[in-house]
């Protein structure tokens, strides 16, 4: 067994690390265990353009806001990297890595964190994994006939290596957006959707998303985030629009062996499909210990698990708390669900 302690945070990305800042000023016996092999958790893994929506200072972490840096208006993934690795240096997180948790299972009072080095044993878990490790693709039927080549967001880097081709984006989110805007500088695309694409204004862009989830999270009157639409006006995007490119077609009804097909029974050649189409939450790790669990969401009160009251969840979606896959959203829901765990540990002997 490699130990035990109050809380055993599952994940270092940006959920882990506003759960450890909270847990540290608690003064909570807590580990961070943490899959990756260096500090950014999925930030690493971003395509080559990828950028917040807002300002550095719209997107801050507990404690510490996101430094700017000269002539960047909205910080690279990179950016938001070093920002998280300095953040787990200046507070002396307790992270460990590479550790890949298995499984958490029932251990008498105590909840077994099983791992790639051995076990941990806590009180209490908090579920911080994210979900970029799940993509998600339709099952759309001849997915095996095509023989051209498919990817998820999670493996596009950049807009070159389909110079010249012919691509279908799939997706009605941001990322199918922003990834139409720069292939189809560089390639023929056709977008697709599942259902009409839905625009946010211009004049909409992080720092308003951030006024309107600030305000929802304090339970103020009004829509939230989804309400202004699902897709940033980012000015790649807005060129998009200029060009003539930003025109979405409704979902093809199978693949062919050399494209897709469409509703009417025509058919589209093409070498590439890129599939822009979410994630799901990643928590198979969590299998053993909420019985009857399939792949999907998590029944929570908050963040606290319906099923299980040793187990929070963090920044999985809005399910978890309102904005809670974001930055600054991330250390809303970090901070309740600390403050609920310190709570329950002042009452216990």
């Given at each position: 067994m490699l130990g035990s302690c109050d809380v055993v945070v599952i994940g270092g990305g940006q959920g882990g690390l506003a759960a450890g800042y909270y847990l540290r000023r608690a003064g909570v016996d807590y580990?961070?265990?943490?899959?990756?092999?260096?500090?950014?958790?999925?930030?690493?893994?971003?395509?080559?353009?990828?950028?917040?929506?807002?300002?550095?200072?719209?997107?801050?972490?507990?404690?510490?806001?996101?430094?700017?840096?000269d002539g960047e208006d909205f910080p690279t993934a990179r950016h938001v990297v070093d920002y998280l690795r300095a953040y787990e240096q200046r507070y002396d997180l307790r992270v460990h890595r590479p550790v890949?948790?298995?499984?958490?299972?029932?251990?008498?009072?105590?909840?077994?964190?099983?791992?790639?080095?051995?076990?941990w044993l806590a009180r209490y878990v908090i579920s911080a994994t994210g979900t970029w490790e799940c993509p998600y693709v339709p099952d759309i039927p001849g997915r095996g006939e095509f023989t051209g080549r498919q990817l998820h967001t999670v493996h596009y880097s950049s807009p070159e290596e389909f110079r010249g081709q012919r691509v279908v984006i799939v997706g009605g989110g941001n990322s199918a957006a922003q990834i139409l805007a720069e292939v189809s500088r560089v390639a023929e695309t056709t977008w697709v959707t599942l259902r009409p694409a839905r625009f946010m204004p211009d004049d909409v862009d992080g720092r308003v998303l951030f006024r309107v989830?600030?305000?929802?999270?304090?339970?103020?009157?009004?829509?939230?985030?989804?309400?202004?639409?699902?897709?940033?006006?980012?000015?790649?995007?807005?060129?998009?629009?200029?060009?003539?490119?930003?025109?979405?077609?409704?979902?093809?009804?199978?693949?062919?062996?050399?494209?897709?097909?469409?509703?009417?029974?025509?058919?589209?050649?093409?070498?590439a499909i890129i599939w822009c189409t979410g994630f799901q939450p990643n928590l198979t790790h969590l299998a053993p210990l909420l019985q009857g669990w399939r792949h999907g969401e998590v029944a929570t009160d908050g963040t606290r698990?319906?099923?299980?009251?040793?187990?929070?969840?963090?920044?999985?979606?809005?399910?978890?708390?309102?904005?809670?896959?974001?930055?600054?959203?991330?250390?809303?829901?970090?901070?309740?669900?600390?403050?609920?765990?310190?709570s329950q540990l002042r009452e216990q002997p």
């Open positions: 580990v961070i265990l943490d899959a990756q092999s260096q500090p950014g958790g999925a930030w690493r893994h971003g395509w080559d353009s990828l950028r917040l929506f807002s300002p550095a200072e719209y997107s801050p972490l507990p404690g510490w806001g996101m430094p700017r840096q890949r948790v298995h499984d958490v299972r029932q251990a008498g009072d105590r909840l077994a964190v099983e791992t790639d080095a051995g076990r989830a600030t305000r929802k999270a304090a339970g103020g009157a009004g829509g939230g985030v989804s309400d202004l639409g699902d897709i940033v006006m980012v000015p790649s995007v807005r060129d998009a629009r200029e060009r003539g490119v930003l025109h979405p077609r409704p979902m093809f009804v199978r693949l062919t062996a050399h494209g897709v097909r469409w509703a009417d029974g025509a058919e589209q050649p093409c070498e698990s319906v099923d299980e009251a040793r187990l929070y969840l963090l920044g999985y979606g809005d399910w978890t708390g309102a904005a809670s896959a974001t930055l600054v959203g991330a250390g809303r829901t970090a901070k309740a669900t600390v403050a609920d765990i310190a």
